[in-house]
């Protein structure tokens, strides 16, 4: 399976393919601008060449960007429901100009107004981001939540059905799965028995056909505690042996994998990378 992290695109989007093939990595996931503010700027037409030319050499396979956290397509307010789309289009043509593999999103919160309203909210944004013709190149991937405050898809079943009916619209369009948002959201996978259960799920409710991304993240809080927040590989409430029984599992060890661990410095990521490596050659060292 290709295995990646989230890398920096500090001084440009072509910087990350070095920063991702420096510490081994098959797959790669970015920002494709900062994260937390609404402006826009439109990636260089010469940077983007540049991104393309040096993922190319770097044989790096997926590339993945993942939108800003501003945008809430299922959101109530119509201003920033229309200002959401908006992004979202503009981010989904910008990732297409990079030649990136999957586009990951978030689905927002519809505060108080509903899951109902949610899901027909998240359709006219993705059938109004259809309109303009992107999403023919690059893969939509809607994202589960560990279903803190009013955020709408920690249910798989909520995420699947998105995807399901947005694919109607012409888009490409699958589905990621955060282990530690799953976790905190009530889904097992502390055991192969457990990991079983939730790849029966997956496939029942979204269809393992449009999983095409895993963020490898352990949990901070605890099983069903609705906290979304990302720990070490195996420092968290999922550990070793749940991570030993998810990247053993046939279905999802030939899934690309990107880890969104805490990360004050390079070394986190180099010792998360580690981790999982030693797990997977524990794996195929068993397997034999």
């Known amino acids: 399976m290709p295995i990646g992290v989230h890398t920096s695109i500090a001084g440009g989007v072509s910087t990350s393919i070095g920063r991702a093939a420096a510490l081994g990595c098959e797959a790669v996931q970015i920002f494709g601008r900062n994260p937390r503010r609404w402006g826009f700027s439109p990636i260089a037409a010469s940077e983007a060449d540049l991104f393309r030319s040096e993922r190319e050499k770097a044989g790096l396979w997926p590339v993945v960007v993942h939108t800003a956290y501003l945008i809430n397509l299922c959101a109530p307010a119509q201003e920033l429901f229309e200002r959401s789309v908006g992004l979202f ?45 992107a999403g023919q190149k690059t893969r939509i991937l809607l994202e589960n939540t560990a279903g803190s405050g009013h955020t709408y898809g920690s249910s798989l079943h909520d995420v699947g059905m998105a ?11 699958g589905f990621c799965l955060d282990t ?72 999802l060890s030939r899934i690309p994998m990107i880890l969104e661990t805490p990360k004050k410095s390079v070394d986190d990521d180099r010792r998360n990378l580690r981790t999982v490596r030693a797990i997977l050659k524990k794996v195929r060292a068993t397997a034999r």
């Open 163 to 173: 995807a399901r009916q947005a694919a109607e619209f012409g888009l490409r369009i």
């Open 180 to 251: 530690c948002h799953a976790f905190a959201a009530g889904y097992a996978m502390g055991t192969r028995e457990e990991v079983d259960r939730l790849v029966s799920t997956v496939d029942r409710e979204a269809g393992l056909e449009r999983l095409k991304l895993i963020h490898l993240n352990d949990s901070k809080g605890s099983f069903g505690s609705r906290l979304d927040r990302h720990e070490h590989i195996g420092k968290g409430n999922i550990g070793i042996k749940g991570f030993t029984a998810i990247l053993s599992h046939p279905e």
């Open 89 to 133: 289009k503009l981010e989904l043509v910008s990732a297409e100009s990079l030649g990136a593999d999957y586009l990951v999103t978030h689905l927002g919160s519809p505060g108080e107004r509903g899951n109902e309203f949610a899901r027909l909210r998240i359709l006219e944004a993705l059938r109004e981001a259809a309109q303009g013709g």
